[in-house]
């Protein structure tokens, strides 16, 4: 069965520093991926995913994340944090049947 | 429509009380899932939907759950006898094809009282 770890219950980071949320996931076959986040009250919205093609993906709101096989990672990050990134961002791999999520890490950028 | 909409987005049921959430899925969006969010924790999934096949029911929690979704378009799902640890938001998200990932409705918060 796939699964997917977020290591990382809570990332703190400066306003204008590089951020980076860490995912890695288990899937046999060739992986489809995904990175959702989430705001306060709001369902879960789309930031980018991986199907094929070039490991580095661009997104919405300026984020990427970059997918490397051979450590079975697919880690988010952002040149320049902004205060208003803070949120709880959830890493999926798409399984059988339906995606599987991470366990969620907290993004907070302080000003 | 634009966009999943889900509805109620809050209920407070007593204890032993059914209650039936709603998802209108995107139009022309074959696939559709129910999740559950606990509190503080990641998404659980519970039942999947595609096109007139039979529905995917492996990870709803007990027997007092069910959901169905009709002409391939607007679901309920239905918990009967509430217990206080069904209390959770329920999302639903729908999509046109796996490798597309979901668009998530906002979600019904259910806490029973």
């Known amino acids: 069965a796939q699964s997917v770890a977020q290591p990382e219950d809570q990332v703190n980071v400066a306003e204008g520093n590089p951020l980076t949320v860490k995912c890695t996931y288990s899937?046999?076959?060739?992986?489809?991926l995904f990175w959702y986040v989430q705001y306060p009250n709001r369902g879960l919205q789309f930031l980018l995913k991986y199907i094929t093609g070039d490991n580095l993906v661009k997104g919405s709101y300026g984020f990427e994340a970059e997918f490397n096989k051979s450590q079975t990672s697919f880690h988010l990050k952002k040149p320049s944090a902004l205060v208003s990134d803070s949120a709880l961002y959830f890493c999926a791999v798409m399984g059988r049947r339906a995606l599987t999520f991470g366990s969620g890490t907290r993004l907070q950028v302080q000003p | 429509g634009a966009g999943v909409s889900q509805s109620p987005s809050n209920k407070v049921t007593e204890k032993g009380k059914d209650v039936e959430l709603r998802c209108d899925p995107i139009s022309g969006h074959t696939a559709l899932y129910w999740y559950r969010q606990s509190l503080g924790q990641g998404l659980e999934f519970l039942i999947y939907?595609?096109?007139?096949?039979?529905?995917?029911k492996s990870g709803l929690p007990s027997d007092r759950f069910s959901a169905e979704r009709t002409g391939g378009s607007v679901s309920t799902l239905t918990i009967q006898r509430t217990q206080q640890e069904d209390s959770a938001v329920y999302l639903c998200a729908s999509s046109p094809q796996r490798i597309y990932g979901y668009t998530f409705g906002s979600g019904t918060r259910l806490t029973v009282v």
């Open positions: 939907f595609q096109g007139n096949s039979a529905p995917d």
């Open positions: 899937v046999s076959g060739n992986p489809y």
